[in-house]
């Protein structure tokens, strides 16, 4: 991913974004510098957080990245896949219901969401809710659009 622009967010625009990250995940936002990262070759940005790319906008909307889902911890809008499903999330696979162990009730169709693994908790990729989180689980179906998982351009992008 070859970086086309790179400046510094204003004051007001830290605070909208931790505002709004703080609303859809429940997390805190914790960082000295954020700068808005615009690429040559992917119409997405990211912004860096002290350097690291912990968010990202997905259709002009900002979420938090697979690293900055690690590195933050959300409370809301979580998926939970059992063990057999993380190779397959972690490629860039759709979510399917029979691999749901849990999600949380917070989630309405279209919400972005953060997927983890159960066993340790550790965010596998970030993707786009089909249903409710209260209908996630089940035998069969897809239910999560994968957006960005470990391993892809954006998951491997340094600044």
């Known amino acids: 991913m070859q970086v086309k622009s790179r400046h510094h967010l204003r004051s007001d625009d830290v605070s909208e974004l931790e505002t709004d990250l703080s609303d859809k ?3 805190s936002l914790d960082g000295d510098a954020y700068e808005r990262v615009e690429f040559e070759d992917a119409d997405r940005e990211v912004i860096l957080i002290d350097g690291e790319p912990r968010v990202a906008f997905f259709d002009e909307e900002p979420f938090l990245t ?11 809008r979580l998926v939970t896949v059992d063990t057999g499903a993380i190779s397959f999330v972690s490629d860039g696979a759709d979510v399917m219901r029979p691999g749901i162990t849990v ?10 969401v953060v997927i983890a ?9 970030v993707g ?26 954006l998951y491997e992008f340094t600044a």
Not at 103 to 112: G, H, K, N, V
């Open 117 to 125: 693994e159960e066993t340790h908790g550790k965010v596998l990729a």
């Open 66 to 76: 697979v690293r900055g889902a690690n590195a933050y911890e959300p409370e809301r």
């Open 25 to 27: 995940l429940g997390v």
């Open 103 to 112: 999600a949380t009730e917070d989630i309405s169709p279209d919400d972005l």
């Open 128 to 153: 786009r809710a089909r249903v409710e989180g209260a209908e996630m689980a089940g035998n069969e179906g897809k239910v999560v659009d994968s957006l960005h998982h470990v391993g892809d351009e």
